[in-house]
C-alpha cells in the first residue's frame, strides 16, 4: 500500500538533546513537507521541500533542520535551539502546486 | 499572504443533527480549498477539495461549495453519527509555479456527536 510512514509514534528526549523525525514515503510524490501541532491549534509549516537537495524554510523554522537526500525521505532534526519542541510533528507529501497533501500519522514528542 | 477562519469549537451535536462548519479564506486570486479530518492521535485525512469557484467537493455524506462572491467553503452534512467526531481543518493553498504548495490552516473545529 502506498502512504507516508512516520517514526516513531512516541518520542520522549532530554531537554538539550537533538532529536530527529523519521519520514518516508513510497507515493512517488516530488514534495514533502513538515508541520507542528500545538494543542487546540491548527497546523504550522516548518519546511518544505520540492525535490531532491532542496528545501525552504515554512513559518516558524527557526530550532529545526532537514535535509532531502532521497525522494522518499525528509527526516526533520529538532535542536536543542528549539525552544518549546514538546508538540505533536506531522509529515506530509504531494504530487504539485494546487494539489492536496497526503499525511502521515504523526509522532507525539515530548521533551523531559 | 494567506488566511483562513473557521468557526471555533467545540461543536456538539446529537446524532442525525445537520452539520454547518463555517470557513472563509483570504487570498490573492482563487486558491484550492480543502478540508481535512483528524481523530484523536492521528493525521490528518483528506475528507474533500474544491479548486475552482463553483466546485462542490463531497465525500462520506460531507459536501462543500467554493464560493468565490463570498470567499467561503462551509462544510455540510445532512445527518451526523457519533463516528464523524473529529476535529474538522479548512485549508487553502495558492496553485504556484513551483511543486511544493504551502497550505494555510484554519484553526480547527472540534465536533462532539451524542447519542
Known amino acids: 500500500d502506498g502512504g507516508i510512514t512516520q517514526s516513531p509514534k512516541y518520542l520522549f528526549r532530554k531537554e538539550g538533546q537533538n532529536v530527529t523525525l523519521s519520514c518516508e514515503q513510497n507515493l512517488n510524490h516530488d514534495a514533502m513537507y513538515w508541520y507542528r501541532q500545538d494543542p487546540g491549534q491548527g497546523l504550522r509549516l516548518i519546511y518544505y521541500s520540492q525535490i531532491v537537495n532542496d528545501f525552504q524554510k515554512g513559518d516558524i523554522a527557526e530550532g529545526y533542520s532537514v535535509s532531502r537526500e532521497k525522494k522518499e525521505s525528509f527526516p526533520l532534526t529538532v535542536t536543542s535551539a528549539q525552544k518549546n519542541p514538546t508538540a505533536f510533528y506531522l509529515c506530509?507529501?504531494?504530487?504539485?502546486?494546487?494539489?492536496?497533501?497526503?499525511f502521515g500519522p504523526g509522532t507525539r514528542l515530548t521533551v523531559l | 499572504g494567506n488566511s483562513v477562519t473557521q468557526m471555533e469549537g467545540p461543536v456538539t451535536l446529537s446524532e442525525e443533527a445537520f452539520l454547518t462548519i463555517n470557513c472563509t479564506y483570504t487570498a490573492t486570486g482563487y486558491p484550492s480549498l480543502f478540508w481535512y479530518v483528524q481523530y484523536p492521535g492521528e493525521g490528518l485525512q483528506l475528507l474533500l477539495k474544491?479548486?475552482?469557484?463553483?466546485d462542490k467537493g463531497s465525500n462520506k455524506g460531507f459536501e462543500a461549495t467554493y464560493r468565490k462572491e463570498t470567499t467561503s467553503f462551509h462544510l455540510e452534512k445532512g445527518s451526523v453519527q457519533v463516528s464523524d467526531s473529529a476535529v474538522y481543518f479548512c485549508?487553502?493553498?495558492?496553485?504556484?509555479?513551483?511543486?511544493?504548495?504551502?497550505?494555510?490552516f484554519g484553526t480547527g473545529t472540534r465536533l462532539q456527536v451524542t447519542l
Open positions: 474544491a479548486t475552482k469557484a463553483d
Open positions: 506530509a507529501s504531494s504530487t504539485g502546486t494546487g494539489a492536496e497533501q497526503f
Open positions: 485549508a487553502a493553498t495558492m496553485k504556484n509555479t513551483g511543486t511544493a504548495s504551502k497550505l494555510t
